[in-house]
């Protein structure tokens, strides 16, 4: 059978994950540090995993409702007005998904059709450029720019505004840069799209993984934003729980209930074990986000002043947990200093370039791994840089 031909464009015309190809590549190598994929190192702390065990005993084996279980939504809804002052209704402004992709997922589905515009600030995570082109609408990127700490600016969105847009995708801690929007940021954007009929879809996964001492602040905490905002996030990075894939969006009314019948007919329910789990983390789990945010933040001091300290340009990222250093000192493009660091010194990165056009002259490096890790990647990256400045110079 001709395969490709059974193939919608589309799907023909997407390319795979730029994280997975080089994370794929170590995979079959031997002695090889990778900082390239954003899990966490911690296991899914004890009670969690007790409380998954004890559901199980008790034989809660079946579907839950459409939403999620009561239990969780009202623990999600206590949470997000204990942590950032929201408030959602656990009866119709949640909805539990299978992790926040699937949610990022509905979201754009649900509002998207073909000749709609979606804003998208890059560098930014993989996935939302091709969902938007699976749901037949148009991305339009806003290039945001190191001098910036690759901030999204109210100037930049404005300026990409057309009568077709739709949708503003807010990725903010971002995933690759680390970069954060403080609440004068979030002000300024909220000013731009007050008057208009834009969505903002809101990726708050590493939320709460913000090192300044202000917190996370949610463009839904900005006056009149609700109303206009779909929130998502999960438990993958807060609680180190990205296997049992769960995630929640939080919105009006209207459009949840459209996402809902998006996820009843594809999804169903999202597992039933990781949502007993999830309600012992939501209401006992505070400690554990702490304990992990800090020893975080330990590791991301250490990985930004070495890399700094070796010529690589970084500046200090506030939330998530990877850095954005440039590699434009080596002489290097993206893709060449990532594969030729794998290939001769066995540590695997992510290329700038993965996330959108405007990352080439950066690498993502990721934090979420062991000190001693991050400090012996730091001393093959130095030989690495010191073998090229010989190699270059005999050239």
Aim: a negative charge; hydrophobic letters at 35%.
């Amino acid at each position: 059978m001709d395969y490709q031909s059974l193939l919608t464009d589309c799907i023909r015309d997407i390319k795979p994950s730029g994280i997975r190809r080089f994370f794929d590549i170590a995979a079959e190598m031997d002695d090889v540090i990778s900082l390239s994929i954003g899990e966490p190192d911690f296991k899914t702390p004890w009670h969690v995993r007790q409380e998954g065990i004890h559901s199980l005993e008790k034989g809660h084996t079946h579907y839950t409702s459409n939403s999620g279980l009561v239990s969780l939504r009202e623990g999600i809804s206590g949470y997000l007005n204990r942590r950032f002052g929201l408030s959602y209704r656990p009866k119709d402004e949640i909805l539990v998904t299978v992790g926040g992709s699937e949610a990022i997922d509905l979201c754009i589905r649900s509002v998207i059709s073909s000749g709609d515009e979606v804003l998208i600030p890059e560098p930014s995570f993989v996935c939302y450029e091709p969902i938007t082109r699976l749901a037949g609408g148009t991305p339009v990127i806003i290039e945001t720019k190191a001098e910036n700490q690759f901030r999204l600016t109210p100037q930049e969105l404005k300026g990409k505004i057309t009568p077709k847009t739709k949708l503003l995708i807010l990725p903010y801690p971002n995933n690759p840069t680390g970069a954060i929007l403080r609440r004068e940021d979030l002000e300024g954007i909220a000013q731009v799209l007050r008057g208009t009929n834009i969505l903002v879809l809101s990726d708050e996964i590493y939320g709460e993984l913000t090192y300044n001492q202000n917190g996370h602040t949610s463009i839904a905490q900005i006056d009149g934003m609700l109303e206009r905002t779909v929130l998502v996030s999960g438990f993958s990075k807060t609680y180190a729980m990205t296997g049992w894939r769960l995630g929640y969006l939080c919105g009006p009314a209207p459009l949840v209930a459209a996402m809902t019948k998006l996820h009843q007919y594809a999804i169903m329910s999202a597992p039933t074990t990781a949502q007993y789990a999830a309600i012992e983390a939501i209401r006992n789990g505070d400690e554990d986000i702490v304990h992990m945010r800090d020893e975080y933040n330990m590791r991301r001091r250490l990985l930004v002043d070495g890399l700094n300290r070796l010529g690589l340009s970084c500046f200090e990222p506030q939330g998530a947990f990877y850095c954005f250093p440039s590699v434009q000192s080596t002489g290097l493009t993206s893709e060449e200093f990532c594969e030729q660091l794998l290939y001769t010194q066995h540590v695997a990165v992510v290329p700038g370039t993965a996330f959108g056009d405007c990352g080439e002259g950066f690498v993502r490096v990721s934090y979420c791994y062991s000190t001693n890790h991050l400090i012996e990647a730091l001393h093959r990256i130095e030989r690495f840089i010191e073998e090229h400045k010989g190699r270059a110079s005999h050239a």
